[in-house]
């Protein structure tokens, strides 16, 4: 199994990004996926997260701001992020917790770096 994170990158303070990030393996049956994010000197921290059913919460941080959203049939997780600014600054992981058998197991991205400035 497979994460690979993309759409990182700069922003203006107000601007938005999109994220993306897609599952890969053999028959994959998928749970819980999310989003977290790490700031230098900071401990990783829940952005957003979604059910298989599409239950979503949020850090209340950027709840309002972002939204996360998710397409099973291409086990695909996105994060949409607008109004940013240069608290959001931090490597954003993706994160799926996946089936194998009975037991899930919780995989993660690679990590995309956000960088919100002026």
């Known amino acids: 199994v497979q994460l690979q994170a993309s759409g990182g990158g700069s922003a203006q303070p107000g601007g938005s990004l999109r994220l993306s990030c897609v599952a890969s393996g053999s028959a994959l049956s998928i749970n819980d996926m999310g989003w977290y994010r790490q700031a230098p000197g900071k401990q990783r921290e829940l952005v957003a997260g979604i059910t298989d059913g599409g239950g979503t919460k949020y850090a209340d941080s950027v709840k309002g701001r972002f939204t996360i959203s998710r397409d099973n049939a291409k086990n695909t997780v996105y994060l949409q992020m607008d109004s940013l600014n240069p608290e959001d600054t931090a490597v954003y992981y993706c994160?799926?917790?996946?089936?194998?058998?009975?037991?899930?197991?919780?995989?993660w991205g690679q990590g995309t770096l956000v960088t919100v400035s002026s």
């Open positions: 994160r799926a917790d996946i089936y194998s058998g009975e037991t899930s197991y919780g995989y």
